[in-house]
């Protein structure tokens, strides 16, 4: 707004993202948070003063996605990077 940059709208970025996040949950949706999008394919379909920095996706998860367990999808086990009490110690779930 007076032309100076925004230094923590990076930050603001995240709270909002989280809070939409909680409400699609309340809502019955999902949410899908991507790193790896093409930051320059979307630069081409958004407005010259905008900076793409997150991507994400809501939505109903489908009846075979709910069903399958983490595992099924190819995924690693959580236990394997979630830590309990210590570093390296894996976390029960």
Known sequence: RNGKPNRVAVHDLGAATQILALRAFELGLNT???AGFDVD???EVAPDDFEPV???VVGRATESALSDGPGD???DD???YVFGASWGEAYSF
């Open 32 to 34: 899908r948070f991507m």
């Open 78 to 80: 959580p236990g394997e």
């Open 54 to 56: 997150a991507m994400f």
């Open 73 to 75: 999808r190819g995924r």
């Open 41 to 43: 394919a979307a630069r």
